[in-house]
């Protein structure tokens, strides 16, 4: 059949026509119908700002058709359309049970393919399939609502009170769990009501649910995902003998590395002893360990009960003085002193605190700065590029290891080809992606050429990429020559070593040129002026400039960029040119909700930047470029190292707005510099660090502490700073989650931390919720001999009154 008469009408008649062919006729139609697909599906501008593929009814015409002619375990598969489940359905009903199997493997995660497959396995055309995106599925199946309670819409759908059992036992991940979708639907769509609604009619067997949410609890999910299954059982009011049944399970529960999960474990048993029925020596077995764990309250509940048991049978006293010799090391002080009590101990006295300063560090100006600190290490053989490269096809967003490797690239590119082989199929799969962006895309790119694989020319880029991609381009044609090439971590560039390789290559292009003179270090710029009087060619008068020389005419782009080498903090190269560099720039903070109820964090300067008309000149965040660059790329390290406080400020900002499970890792464009090359940060660079220790997403949190402790080893960050950018996070603190990793930080540094909650404390509301545990880690640090708090931390804990929490660490911390 010709490919036309077959790529007619709906993706269905596609479908028939395809199927009545042969094997050996649709075999043959491959070559054709890829031709076709890849043609029509490629992205394109259809108008002036305006994009889309080139003609998409085509390309599900010809995805369909492939369907029936690929083998099943074609990977393309996975990239084809689906234009409707029925199509799916007849698709797995032209091949055999093995296939059908691959095929669903690779669909499941489709959202047209969940329900098909799943009925097909029901009906016995399919094995059973049980992985991960299959039980995902059963979230986006309750995420389609049709205006009916999930509860009744489990009645009707198909074995799905049974498979229910199955689906609780799976902990899950992101949206597809079921803490999670229960978070963000109404009541009656809820899997929790849906549950309870069945059990109460006996169409779920209440029993084994009850049994069913211990058991998940001692697996220590998640602890949000956990969480749910403890609600559940409590939603599900068990009954006093239902309790008193499941006591020793509830006794075990006491181990849980979840402080939640043990919490709920405290209070059940809690509740089985008010009924009369506890067993007293199983739970004094296991109590120390609730009584030792995090969270002062379940401790406090531990202890009460032990302290009970112990008195109504004195014959237990010593397994209950087991329960109370726990609390003696436990984080929070009264719950200590209720142990010491007790057991009528002198508590052990806190070790000394030597004494250290941390003074409040000032930036030095940029012309006294000593960048220059740690050189880059540049792989000069080819297994050592091949490495590198590898490491980059990765994991891409290594800013000094991506620069080094250019220029380790550049020194043995004729050598490579074979040492490169290793990485074709990588980067072949990278470079295949239609929307990858365009860092790693480049980096593919410079694989597969320095290889000898015909590769198509880059796609043209903006901003701060122009010259990465100049020098990828240069490498793979073999014109490169390197002049801007980064001498030391950060992206600096030694002025010394420019100069003499401008010496050696006056002409030079605009890119390399430009590139080199946004990373001059200010190091060495008076040797590096001494040795430019020799230079010749079109750049020397601006090369000149731009260490310190006379003024210059010239107002085009290399000019602008010698202007911001020579005035780093002008807001507008273009007057600093005029010799009007302008004020000096300065910061400011502002947190809260957007008008859709998600937290932000903006961080200005003042003046705001000029906007320049050049291909890059210090912007690296609002410029779109042809190619696609992902949701937020994290190369903006690559750009000019006088960029960084605006690539902190950006990179705080979107942390804080993202701060979800799966983040983007834009944390690896800012934080890794501070533990590689130290330096004082400015406002945004402190910014960036308090909003780390505010975060959940536990990657970033790491690298946040890690970098605090680095710069508080080296003096480098002041811990009053430090309390002002915390401070600045204002009502949108979530304090649960700060005061642990302040604890961490004061395990090294407690006179520091004690002066960070000194200048913090007063900027939040005593109502403030969890102010209690920042009071408590004060009031410990300053009994240790951390120092004592200032006058006006003082005049601010007068604003607690009551016997709460924090009123009683307040006092404390006051007295």
Same mark, same amino acid.
């Given at each position: ?383 050592? @590029? !091949?490495? =590198? $490269?590898?490491? #980059?096809?990765? %994991?891409?967003?290594? +800013?000094? &290891?991506? *620069? /080094? ?107 390399? @040129? !430009?590139? =080199? $003179?946004?990373? #001059?270090?200010? %190091?060495?710029?008076? +040797?590096? &002026?001494? *040795? /430019? ?283």
């Amino acid at each position: 059949m010709h490919l036309d008469a077959l790529l007619t009408g709906q993706p269905s008649e596609v479908l028939t026509r395809a199927l009545e062919l042969s094997q050996a006729e649709r075999k043959a139609l491959v070559p054709e119908l890829l031709a076709t697909f890849k043609d029509s599906r490629e992205f394109v501008e259809i108008k002036p700002d305006t994009y889309g593929a080139r003609n998409p009814l085509r390309a599900q015409q010809a995805a369909t058709a492939l369907w029936t002619a690929l083998p099943a375990s074609d990977p393309l598969l996975r990239k084809l359309w689906i234009a409707s489940p029925t199509i799916l359905e007849r698709v797995l009903h032209d091949r055999s049970l093995t296939e059908r199997k691959t095929i669903a493997l690779r669909m499941i995660g489709h959202h047209t393919a969940w329900e098909t497959v799943r009925r097909m396995i029901l009906d016995g055309d399919l094995e059973p399939i049980r992985t991960p995106e299959y039980h995902a599925g059963w979230f986006r199946w309750a995420g389609r609502f049709g205006g009916k309670p999930l509860a009744e819409r489990l009645r009707t759908e198909r074995e799905a009170l049974t498979e229910i059992w199955e689906l609780l036992t799976i902990e899950g991940n992101g949206d597809g769990s079921f803490a999670a979708f229960d978070k963000y639907v109404r009541d009656e769509d809820k899997w929790s009501t849906a549950l309870l609604e069945l059990t109460g009619t006996g169409e779920l067997d209440r029993t084994r649910l009850l049994d069913l949410t211990l058991d998940v609890l001692a697996r220590d999910f998640a602890a949000f995902r956990a969480q749910w299954y403890a609600a559940l059982h409590e939603a599900l009011a068990p009954t006093p003998d239902e309790r008193t049944a499941a006591q020793h399970r509830y006794a075990r529960l006491c181990g849980s590395s979840l402080p939640r999960t043990v919490s709920f474990a405290v209070k059940a048993l809690s509740l089985v002893d008010k009924q009369g029925t506890l067993d007293d020596e199983v739970a004094l077995q296991h109590l120390p360990a609730a009584a030792a764990g995090r969270g002062a309250a379940t401790a406090k509940l531990a202890l009460k009960l032990a302290g009970r048991i112990a008195d109504r049978r004195p014959e237990l006293t010593d397994l209950a003085n087991e329960v109370f010799e726990a609390a003696l090391t436990h984080e929070a002080s009264d719950v200590r002193a209720i142990a010491t009590t007790r057991l009528g101990v002198t508590p052990e006295a806190p070790p000394v605190i030597e004494t250290a300063e941390y003074p409040e560090p000032t930036r030095t100006p940029w012309h006294q700065r000593e960048t220059l600190t740690t050189p880059l290490e540049i792989p000069d053989t080819p297994a050592a @590029v !091949a490495e =590198a $490269l590898s490491s #980059l096809l990765a %994991d891409p967003d290594q +800013a000094d &290891l991506l *620069l /080094a490797t250019l220029d380790g690239a550049h020194r043995v590119a004729g050598e490579l080809q074979d040492a490169l082989k290793p990485l074709v199929k990588r980067a072949a799969r990278i470079a295949a992606q239609q929307y990858s962006a365009a860092v790693p895309k480049m980096i593919a790119t410079l694989v597969l050429g320095l290889t000898g694989r015909d590769v198509a020319p880059l796609p043209q880029v903006d901003g701060w990429r122009r010259p990465l991609h100049h020098r990828i381009t240069a490498l793979l044609d073999g014109t490169a020559v390197p002049v801007s090439a980064a001498t030391h971590q950060g992206g600096w560039l030694d002025p010394v070593v420019f100069v003499a390789r401008m010496l050696e290559h006056p002409d030079a292009a605009e890119d390399d @040129v !430009a590139d =080199a $003179l946004l990373r #001059l270090a200010p %190091d060495t710029r008076p +040797a590096a &002026l001494a *040795l /430019a009087t020799e230079l010749t060619g079109p750049h020397a008068d601006t090369i000149r400039y731009a260490l310190g020389g006379p003024p210059i005419d010239d107002t085009g782009w290399t000019a602008l960029a010698a202007a911001r080498a020579r005035h780093p903090e002008s807001a507008d190269p273009a007057a600093a040119l005029r010799g009007e560099p302008g004020p000096p720039i300065t910061w400011t903070l502002k947190a809260g909700l957007t008008d859709y109820g998600s937290n932000t964090l903006d961080i200005e300067r003042t003046p705001e930047p000029a906007a320049q008309e050049v291909p890059w000149l210090g912007t690296p965040f609002e410029n779109r470029a042809p190619e696609w660059l992902g949701f937020t790329e994290c190369h903006e390290a690559v750009s000019s190292p006088y960029d960084r406080d605006h690539l902190e400020a950006t990179v705080a900002g979107n942390l804080y707005f993202n701060d979800i499970e799966v983040g983007y890792p834009v944390e690896k464009a800012a934080l890794p510099p501070f533990l590689d090359s130290p330096s004082v940060p400015g406002i945004p660079g402190t910014m960036l660090l308090a909003t780390t220790l505010a975060l959940k997403r536990p990657a970033a949190v790491q690298l946040g502490t890690d970098a605090v402790l680095t710069l508080l080893d080296r003096r480098m960050l002041g811990p009053r700073a430090l309390g002002l950018a915390l401070g600045a996070l204002g009502p949108q603190l979530i304090i649960t989650r700060l005061a642990p990793r302040l604890s961490v930080i004061a395990n090294e540094h407690p006179i520091a931390v004690l002066s960070t909650l000194d200048t913090l404390l007063p900027k939040l509301e005593p109502s403030h919720r969890g102010i209690f545990a920042l009071l408590e880690l004060a009031a410990d640090l300053v009994d240790r001999g951390a120092g004592t708090i200032s006058a006006e931390t003082k005049e601010w804990l007068t604003g607690f009154k009551g016997s709460s929490k924090a009123a009683k660490a307040a006092s404390r911390l006051s007295g």
